[in-house]
């Protein structure tokens, strides 16, 4: 599996270059991967008109349930659940079942420190929903058995429930001393964290299996790799440059290197075929759709400080929390200087910015 | 209706009596009080065992939901949620349906502007049922239709949806002038509280016969006075005196008499007999039980210190955002001043505290 399905709408040119490829040439490319990211919404229209079964979802006293799985604060998540429900009252008309418009209750889920008053508060008041927020990790139970009709997750399936033990273990073989992530640690370290990330999207099919309806879908848009390339990308490419900035730190004695030793981010993305075979493994749900497509970014390529400012976004709380705040401007001024220095850096993390599509049904039970 | 019902569980010990009496003399009488409180829970779980007809309950796909509409922030609605729970598990086994055992969606409502980030920390973390934060006021659809089996609220639903507009409208004869509640003015004022009130709880009975199914049960906790006694009592007495201090203040220049004028607390503690109309002129649910019950006091009657306290944590969130916090202090210290000086006021706020509890079952659609 070490090449790309047919299915992929990734396009060849969008695939990494080998070699230092500056930024600046980048900035074409960067145009054509935007085209594809606006598919998002066509392609959950798509999966809805295609896939939903509406006249053999056993209806919940007509109410269509849909939960947003790692939703944050919005607004991204209202403009998800929309298009969601629009495109579901139209597959309703095309059906002929104009009629039979369900009522529509939306979950917000994220974790219990999400901030949901902030989420509760934007609300849009002319949403035709009615609205829930569901605090806790999506790796356990969320909701009673066979009470959603929609899961939608976007952008949240990368966090693992926990750091491997292993990872900040001196004794074991995958201690990841002097890292904050995976991408150029030795293969045990990688290891591990995919190993968590197995179980931990195992988990996540097993529990949704419980709570979707027979004929229900799940919508995952989740970081995902095309297989064979460079883990040196994305999100783990960011946190990599963050952590040898931090271990460069720690050399000058402005912060503790055990501290750097022991603190990992629990962030994982996989491969496109590790979530393929997780998904075939899995019996509860048929796979409807399974592509990697072009992630969009809100940068461009060229602008090291506009990079460097979302990273800081990502990233700032959890370093906060484990160094304390008196250091946080100047790490990421380091961060700056050295995606200055090393354009291959910031080409890791910029370019090679790919996301799996995947469109599941719930099956009926054996 | 000026008389009191023979099921009042009110004894005649706990009634006020007339004129003057400290605060003193009431100890052991608030002593008295205090085993009728101790019966709520008592009173749900009778509730469950005698009305809960879970046989004919049509179940939503085995989920038994709950809602507690204007629960806070805790700890009182996770102690509500459970208690309900465990009767109707009780109940099912009591039925001989052990094996049939539902599980537990609670929704949680309050207003939007709750501190629902509080409530989700504050969560029992060996909870036997399902989460979710529903934001919003419990005067408009909050629920999916036929989605809800019980629905709780207690003492939240003497909070009008608004303040009648005629209270501050300088030309109308129910202008407010001088005040900031009702209990002390005039008749026109009274009334348009009054009305207000119908409207709201009419409203309430309708929305909540929308949201539960036939068969299920609505426990309403709710401050209401005994008939014909004063209204100078409980949340109106506090408020009033409130509002004779801010007049005291606004006559020695240190706040704006129009801004007294025009602030009013959308608060309204019904007569028994009111309410009472109302559930009668309402065909979607069968009254259960309706009586009046003395309510729990967390403070002794000869405490003024913690009376004042209880008043300013009730109120000052609303009088900082009307007023300002520079009042604050000396407002409740001229609070403090007033029950010291006039024991009748202290006595108006602590002594006839009285709480309606209503159990109402949603009956079949005509």
């Known amino acids: 599996m070490g090449?790309?399905?047919?299915?992929?709408?990734?396009?060849?040119?969008?695939?990494?270059?080998?070699?230092?490829?500056?930024?600046?040439?980048?900035?074409?490319?960067?145009?054509?991967?935007?085209?594809?990211?606006?598919?998002?919404?066509?392609?959950?229209?798509?999966?809805?008109?295609?896939?939903?079964?509406?006249?053999?979802?056993?209806p919940i006293s007509n109410t269509f349930c849909i939960a947003d799985l790692g939703c944050s604060v919005g607004p991204n998540t209202f403009t998800s659940m929309n298009d969601i429900m629009e495109a579901t009252v139209l597959k309703y008309h095309s059906e002929g079942l104009s009629s039979n418009l369900p009522e529509f209750h939306v979950f917000f889920n994220d974790h219990t420190a999400n901030d949901f008053?902030?989420?509760?508060?934007?609300?849009?008041?002319?949403?035709?929903?009615?609205?829930?927020?569901?605090?806790?990790?999506?790796y356990i139970r969320l909701f009673p058995k066979a009470s959603l009709h929609f899961v939608h997750s976007s952008f949240a399936l990368h966090y693992l429930s926990k750091l491997p033990k292993e990872i900040t273990d001196k004794n074991s073989p995958a201690y990841n001393k002097g890292?904050?992530?995976?991408?150029?640690?030795?293969?045990?370290?990688?290891?591990?964290?995919?190993?968590?990330?197995?179980?931990?999207?195992?988990?996540?099919?097993?529990?949704?299996?419980?709570?979707?309806?027979?004929?229900?879908?799940?919508?995952?848009i989740m970081t995902g790799i095309p297989d064979g390339s460079s883990r040196f990308q994305a999100i783990g490419a960011t946190l990599d440059v963050l952590?040898?900035?931090?271990?460069?730190?720690?050399?000058?004695?402005l912060v503790s290197e055990a501290k750097v030793d022991s603190f990992n981010f629990p962030v994982y993305s996989p491969f496109r075929r590790e979530v393929e075979e997780l998904l075939e493994r899995n019996r509860c749900f048929s796979v409807e759709r399974f592509e990697l497509v072009t992630?969009?970014?809100?940068?461009?390529?060229?602008?090291?400080?506009?990079?460097?400012?979302?990273?800081?976004?990502?990233?700032?709380?959890?370093?906060?929390?484990r160094f304390g705040s008196e250091i946080i401007d100047e790490l990421y001024e380091r961060v700056f200087q050295k995606l200055q220095e090393f354009p291959q850096f910031l080409d890791g993390i910029f370019k090679r910015s790919t996301q799996l599509f995947v469109v599941l049904k719930r099956q009926a039970m054996d």
Chains 1, 2 share one sequence.
């Open 3 to 58: 090449e790309m399905g047919e299915e992929e709408i990734i396009s060849s040119k969008a695939l990494p270059m080998k070699g230092g490829d500056g930024p600046y040439s980048y900035t074409k490319n960067s145009y054509c991967q935007r085209v594809a990211l606006d598919n998002i919404k066509e392609m959950i229209n798509e999966a809805i008109a295609e896939n939903l079964d509406i006249k053999h979802l056993s």
């Open 117 to 138: 008053n902030t989420l509760f508060t934007s609300l849009p008041p002319d949403r035709q929903y009615f609205a829930a927020g569901v605090p806790g990790s999506f």
């Open 179 to 220: 890292k904050i992530s995976y991408p150029t640690s030795s293969k045990e370290v990688v290891e591990a964290y995919a190993s968590q990330f197995s179980k931990d999207f195992e988990s996540f099919l097993n529990f949704r299996a419980e709570e979707l309806v027979c004929g229900g879908l799940m919508v995952l």
């Open 243 to 253: 952590g040898y900035c931090l271990m460069d730190m720690a050399k000058m004695g």
């Open 295 to 321: 992630r969009t970014r809100d940068v461009a390529a060229t602008d090291v400080q506009a990079v460097t400012k979302h990273a800081r976004a990502v990233t700032e709380e959890m370093i906060k929390q």
